[in-house]
């Protein structure tokens, strides 16, 4: 390997789902495409660690349809065929509105798929496998590059040499690619973390993601197949860390307190994990050669199913463009590709920052006001349809 030299269209820096999403794509789009990610090898072993979940909406389905991989990403997930708000800011954590928003009301199937993070990217890893044109290296980073006017040489930590046309990249929040391209980004935080983990409870969830907004942070039950859900919680860091420190019994105990019976009874809990919350986005999405997708652009806190939805925007869009370009890395592709992108990045960005103080707001004035726009979208048919295709993507 040492020595050897590689030449292709675009190298892909990071194999989280949005990276191995954005290859396939580009190989399905027809560019010899190569994927460099830090961490191991997804196989059946990571994906049974794996049990964190992304409610994937239905346009981000279809941008995995067209990677090849939806089928088997699809296997074992749920459909979603609702989305329920509580708002529970009063003075008790009583649910005080209680909205459900159907996907009936939009169209005939369901709003998206919850996946498990860890099948989605052995999925995507065994289709890049599939596809002659496609490769994933594992365990392997980037240590130099150098871009040039027609393209970019990057050294290998396996000391292979690539040449490419267009480096990606997709390698999360802290992104080397980001900071090697000179790009500054902002970043700010709301003194919370997340708690996530999987459940099985006694209730049937019938499809429907239910998301509570509780002062100090939100909780969602996002359902799997049979009685079960993924499940994020979010609370300010002290009140975080003495949750994450129970034992199981007495965490269940927590959490069943807190969801107020909207699963039945908490049953089994297992893959507890933790996450610092808060928002990253990039000041620019390109650099000549380079361009940033994912959360190497754009990180923010999980509500509403925003983070991968975002991303998988990103890799339709930067696909799609260049399929039009004989160049996937020319400067009209990539000046397109910020002028599509960063107004929804932006967005998005602005929309969740300002949900997660409203939800973490000290102040009874703030949170009535939510309550009062939430209770307003659930009684005027035309905005309740508009919310839901705002939140879809639309
Ligand atoms: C608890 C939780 C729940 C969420 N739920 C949802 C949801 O329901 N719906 C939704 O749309 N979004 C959700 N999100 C957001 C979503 O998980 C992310 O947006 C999504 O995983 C895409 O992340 P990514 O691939 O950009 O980054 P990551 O998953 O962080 O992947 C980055 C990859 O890059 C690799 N890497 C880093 N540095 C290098 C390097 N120098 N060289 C090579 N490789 C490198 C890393 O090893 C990693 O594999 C959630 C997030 C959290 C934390």
């Known amino acids: 390997m040492t020595g050897e030299r590689l030449d292709i269209d675009v190298l892909v820096v990071g194999g989280g789902l949005a ?15 190569l994927c460099v990610e ?35 990403i699809g296997a074992g997930a749920q459909p979603m065929v609702g989305l329920r708000i509580l708002d529970c800011g009063g003075k008790t954590p009583d649910a005080r509105e209680d909205v459900l928003f159907d996907a009936t009301e939009l169209g005939d ?18 289709r890049i496998d599939a596809l002659r044109n496609a490769t994933l290296i594992c365990e392997a980073s980037v240590e130099r590059s150098l871009v040039r006017r027609d393209g970019i040489i990057a050294t290998l930590s396996t000391g292979q040499t690539v040449h490419a046309r267009l480096l990606v990249g997709a390698d999360g929040r802290r992104s080397t690619v980001r900071e090697a391209a000179g790009i500054g980004h902002r970043d700010w935080s709301f003194g919370q973390k997340i708690i996530a983990c999987r459940i099985t409870h006694s209730a049937a969830h019938e499809g429907i993601s239910t998301e509570m907004h509780h002062v100090g942070g939100p909780l969602t039950f996002a359902p799997l197949p049979g009685n079960a859900s993924g499940v994020v919680w979010m609370n300010p860091d002290a009140e975080a860390e003495r949750l994450i420190a129970l034992e199981d019994a007495a965490f269940m105990g927590a959490l069943q307190e807190r ?9 089994a809990v297992e893959n507890r994990a933790t996450w610092n919350s808060g928002i990253t986005v990039t000041k620019a999405l390109t650099a000549p050669r380079t361009a940033l997708i994912a959360e190497a652009a754009h990180a923010f806190p999980p509500i509403g199913a925003q983070g991968f939805n975002t991303s998988l925007r990103d890799v339709e869009t930067l696909a799609a463009i260049t399929e039009e370009s004989d160049d996937p890395g020319a400067d009209a592709v990539l000046s397109k590709y910020a002028r599509q992108r960063m107004p929804d990045i932006l967005a998005r960005t602005a929309g969740v920052d300002l949900l997660n103080r409203s939800v973490l707001s000290s102040m009874p004035f703030i949170r009535d ?26």
């Open 369 to 394: 006001l939510r309550r009062m726009g939430l209770s307003t979208l659930g009684k005027t048919a035309p905005l309740k349809r508009f919310a839901m295709r705002v939140g879809m993507g639309g």
């Open 259 to 267: 969801s107020q019976g909207t699963v039945g009874t908490i049953t």
């Open 19 to 33: 990276g191995l999403a954005m290859t396939a794509r580009m190989a399905v789009a027809g560019y010899s495409a």
């Open 38 to 72: 830090a961490g191991q090898r997804p196989t059946d072993e990571t994906a049974e660690r794996d049990k964190r979940t992304t409610a994937v909406l239905m346009p981000g389905v279809e941008t995995l349809r067209k990677t090849g991989a939806w089928d088997e």
């Open 109 to 126: 199937g369901p709003f998206g798929w919850n996946v498990e993070n860890g099948k989605g990217r052995l999925a995507l890893a065994n």
